[in-house]
């Protein structure tokens, strides 16, 4: 109907639907999520650090909560904030979890953004092809070919392009939904870190800002992001 490049449209298509299927399964199982014991054991370190044990919740937790990265990240903050006093260094370690259990959702949210970008620009060439059919028989006629010759080479050409904006304009829509959903997990995330490193476990020795500030050349405002904000795959959705 389109020539070749109906074909590659057929099948990027296809490729992006099962990319949206496997993100959807991966974050109905493995998406980082606040659930109700985590914020009850939150509420419980907030008022009394020491008196948690954060292994007693892995160990009750189902298979599905093992599975969530945010209890992980947790309940390995919360042990390293009892055991550790250099906080500092508890902290860099919860940015590197929170930017780790994010990662699993760049490549199929990169595909969907790929395929948003690229069905357009084959349709475009889809254009191109046609009409250069159309002007081919043209010429090959002398000027003389009738509405019927020309025919298939427009019919290319317009299919072609309806074809690539049929495919882009929904898979836009995804890729936008999917950052933003991104960006929500990363928000509860960081305000989830900010409540468990607001309160410091008692028998902790306080390091002093001036005593940190020598041996980390980072600013200040990192301490207080506990997420991957500063990623550039996240600036927007549809590139």
């Given at each position: ?201 008692v028998g902790e020795p306080v390091v002093a800002p001036e005593a940190i500030e020598p041996q980390h050349k980072a600013p200040a405002p990192v301490a207080d992001d506990y997420g991957v904000s500063d990623n550039p795959r996240f600036a927007h959705a549809t590139g």
């Open positions: 109907m389109g020539g070749p490049v109906m074909w590659v449209l057929m099948a990027i298509a296809f490729i992006g639907v099962v990319t949206f299927l496997y993100l959807i399964m991966l974050g109905a199982l493995y998406a980082p999520r606040l659930t109700g014991p985590l914020r009850l054991m939150i509420d419980q370190w907030q008022q009394s650090p020491a008196a948690v044990c954060p292994r007693d919740l892995h160990r009750k937790a189902g298979r599905l909560g093992r599975g969530n990265p945010l209890m992980h990240l947790l309940v390995n903050t919360m042990l390293a904030c009892q055991s550790n006093p250099n906080t500092t260094s508890v902290r860099e370690t919860a940015v590197r979890d929170a930017q780790r259990s994010l990662e699993p959702f760049e490549a199929p949210l990169k595909i969907i953004e790929v395929i948003a970008a690229l069905a357009p620009l084959l349709g475009l060439l889809g254009t191109v092809m046609g009409m250069m059919e159309a002007f081919s028989t043209m010429a090959a006629t002398e000027g003389r070919a009738n509405a019927s010759q020309l025919s298939g080479g427009i019919y290319e050409a317009l299919s072609t392009t309806a074809a690539g904006l049929i495919v882009a304009i929904p898979f836009a829509a995804l890729a936008a939904w999917i950052e933003f959903r991104l960006r929500r997990i990363h928000q509860t995330i960081n305000s989830t870190l900010v409540s468990v490193f607001n309160v410091i476990p």
